[in-house]
């Protein structure tokens, strides 16, 4: 059953965000990750969340991967420039 992550993303530096990147795909790679797609352009149908940057959702084979994901050594330089470089919100979830 694959896991998926989903984030909302609302960078406060630009560089940040561009060591971020640099980072974010080799991560992925490392464990069979896929961005699906990163918008600005979400409509909230129902309930109160209020998306204020781009949000992005993540494929993984499992979700014992996309939380391996998460809590790696590959992962770890871009989650802490994340954190000191944005606002974001992230769960994980699976099928």
Partial sequence: MAGYVL??????????RQAYLELLGPSLEAH?????????????????WHPEGVTVLLS????KDALA??????YRPA?????????????????
Avoid at 7 to 16: F, K, N, R, Y
Avoid at 60 to 63: I, R
């Fill in 7 to 16: 984030a909302d993303v609302s960078w406060t530096s630009a560089e940040g």
């Fill in 32 to 48: 069979g990750g896929t961005m699906l797609c990163g918008s600005r352009d979400v409509h909230v149908m129902e309930g109160d």
């Fill in 60 to 63: 993984f084979p499992a979700l």
């Fill in 69 to 74: 994901w998460y809590d790696s050594e590959e």
């Fill in 79 to 95: 989650l802490d420039i994340r954190l000191r470089s944005s606002r974001s919100r992230l769960l994980i979830f699976g099928e």
